[in-house]
T-cell receptor, first 111, second 114 residues
Framework: GESVGLHLPTLSVQEGDNSIINCAYS??????FIWYKQESGKGPQFIID?????DKRQGQRVTVLLNKTVKHLSLQIAATQPGDSAVYFC??????????FGKGTTLSVSS | DAMVIQNPRYQVTQFGKPVTLSCSQT?????MYWYQQKSSQAPKLLFH???????NEADTPDNFQSRRPNTSFCFLDIRSPGLGDAAMYLC?????????????FGQGTRLTVV
C-alpha cells in the first residue's frame, strides 16, 4: 500500500547546527503534509504543515520544503537546541482520509 | 490548557481482562481518531469517527472497539487484551476529515498487559 516514510531513523547534531530531516512519500494524491515532534512519553506535537500547492513554508526556526516531482518532504531546523531532541514524524493527510504517519527520525542534539 | 485529554495516562490490565481507555476534547471537532503506537514505531491508525459515523481500518483486529456517545468523548475498548496489545494509545481530533486540517493529539495512555 502507499505510505509516508522517512529516510533515516536517527540523526545526531551539535547544538547550534542546522538539522535537516527528510521524508519520502509515495501517494501522489496526498495534498497536505505535517511534521510532528514527539518527546518521550508524550503525544505528537504539531510543528508545521504545508499544502501541496506550496513548495516552501517557514515558521519560527523551522522550514518545510515540499518537492512534488520526487515526492519528497523535508524539515529544516535552524540553530538546533537540546530541547529539539525528539522523534520527528512526517504525516500525510488527504481529502476524505485520516492522518497517516511515516516511520520517524530520532533527533539527538548534543551540547 | 489541554484540549484533548486522555485518561488514564498509565493503565495496567491483566491478560484477557477487558479495558477501556477514554478521550475527551474541548475543541468541538467533528473527527476523533484512535492510534496505536508501539515502541520506536509510528502511530498506526486503528479507527476514527466522523461525527457519529464509525470508520474502521481494514487491519484493525476485532478485539478493538470504539464508542463515541457524544461529540466530546470517545472510548477505546479492548475486549481481551493480549501481551501484543501493550502500547501507547493516542487519541486525536480534527475539525474536519482530511484535506488540510491539523490534528490535535492527547498525551496518550500507556497500556501495560500483565
Amino acid at each position: 500500500g502507499e505510505s509516508v516514510g522517512l529516510h533515516l531513523p536517527t540523526l545526531s547534531v551539535q547544538e547550534g547546527d542546522n538539522s535537516i530531516i527528510n521524508c519520502a512519500y509515495s501517494n501522489s494524491a496526498s495534498d497536505y503534509f505535517i511534521w510532528y515532534k514527539q518527546e518521550s512519553g508524550k503525544g505528537p506535537q504539531f510543528i508545521i504543515d504545508i499544502r501541496s500547492n506550496m513548495d516552501k513554508r517557514q515558521g519560527q526556526r523551522v522550514t518545510v520544503l515540499l518537492n512534488k516531482t520526487v515526492k519528497h518532504l523535508s524539515l529544516q531546523i535552524a540553530a538546533t537546541q537540546p530541547g529539539d531532541s525528539a522523534v520527528y514524524f512526517c504525516a500525510e493527510n488527504q481529502a476524505g482520509t485520516a492522518l497517516i504517519f511515516g516511520k520517524g527520525t530520532t533527533l539527538s542534539v548534543s551540547s | 490548557d489541554a484540549m484533548v485529554i486522555q485518561n488514564p495516562r498509565y493503565q495496567v490490565t491483566q491478560f484477557g481482562k477487558p479495558v477501556t481507555l477514554s478521550c475527551s476534547q474541548t475543541l468541538n471537532h467533528n473527527v476523533m481518531y484512535w492510534y496505536q503506537q508501539k515502541s520506536s514505531q509510528a502511530p498506526k491508525l486503528l479507527f476514527h469517527y466522523y461525527d457519529k459515523d464509525f470508520n474502521n481500518e481494514a487491519d484493525t483486529p476485532d478485539n478493538f472497539q470504539s464508542r463515541r456517545p457524544n461529540t466530546s468523548f470517545c472510548f477505546l475498548d479492548i475486549r481481551s487484551p493480549g501481551l501484543g496489545d501493550a502500547a501507547m494509545y493516542l487519541c486525536a481530533t480534527t475539525r474536519e476529515a482530511g484535506g488540510g486540517t491539523e490534528a490535535f493529539f492527547g498525551q496518550g495512555t500507556r497500556l501495560t498487559v500483565v
